[in-house]
C-alpha cells in the first residue's frame, strides 16, 4: 500500500502500466491523477503535503522561539520569511483552491517565553506588525503565567470586539 509520500513512484507505475496499453501519458499528467487519487485538487497542493511532511521545505526560526506542539505543521509552513530578513510568517501550505478545508480548529502559532523576573512591578507593551493575505483569522496574543498551566493574563486579539483578529487581506501596524 502506497502513502502519498511516494506519488512521484506511483505517478511513474501509471504512466508505465498506461504505456503498455498504448495509452500515452506524461509524467506531470500522472502526476495529476496521483493527485486526486489522493483526493487533492492538484500536483502542487500534493507537492506542498509532500514537502511538509518530508521537512523538505522547513525555514529557520528567530532566535528563541518556537513552534508550539499542537500546531500542524503538515498545514503551516512557519519561519523567518526567506524574501524578507528579520520578518516571521505563519503561511497555510495551500491555497482555498486546491481542495483542501481546514477545520476552525487548526492553526498555527509561532511563539517565544521569556521568565519575567526582570518586569515585575512594572508594564510591559508588546507592539508587532501583522499582515494577513487571504486568510481567516490572524491575530497576535500575549499572556502572563504564574506558573505552569495558571495564567494570570491573557490578551488575544480573536476575543477583542475593537481592534481584533485579522481576516482576508489587511495590515495592523
Not at 518586569?119 to 502572563?144: C, E, F, N, P, Q
Request: a neutral charge; one cysteine or more.
Amino acid at each position: 500500500m502506497h502513502s502519498f509520500l511516494d506519488a512521484k513512484l506511483v505517478a511513474k507505475a501509471l504512466r508505465k502500466a498506461m504505456a503498455e496499453r498504448h495509452v500515452e501519458l506524461s509524467h506531470t499528467d500522472c502526476l495529476e491523477v496521483v493527485s486526486r487519487q489522493f483526493g487533492l485538487a492538484d500536483w502542487n497542493t500534493l507537492a506542498a503535503r509532500i514537502a511538509a511532511a518530508t521537512g523538505d521545505d522547513a525555514l529557520p526560526l528567530p532566535k528563541g522561539w518556537f513552534i508550539t506542539g499542537n500546531t500542524e505543521r503538515i498545514n503551516y509552513r512557519i519561519g523567518l520569511d526567506p524574501t524578507q530578513p528579520g520578518t516571521a510568517i505563519i503561511e497555510c501550505r495551500f491555497h482555498r483552491q486546491g481542495g483542501i478545508v481546514l477545520r476552525e480548529d487548526h492553526y498555527g502559532v509561532l511563539m517565544q517565553s521569556i521568565q519575567a523576573d526582570d518586569y515585575r512591578g512594572g508594564r510591559i507593551r508588546l507592539s508587532a506588525t501583522l499582515k494577513a493575505d487571504d486568510a481567516d483569522a490572524g491575530s497576535i496574543w500575549m499572556r502572563v503565567d504564574k506558573s505552569e498551566g495558571k495564567v494570570l493574563q491573557f490578551d488575544n486579539m480573536m476575543t477583542r470586539e475593537v481592534d481584533g483578529a485579522l481576516s482576508g487581506l489587511h495590515r495592523l501596524a
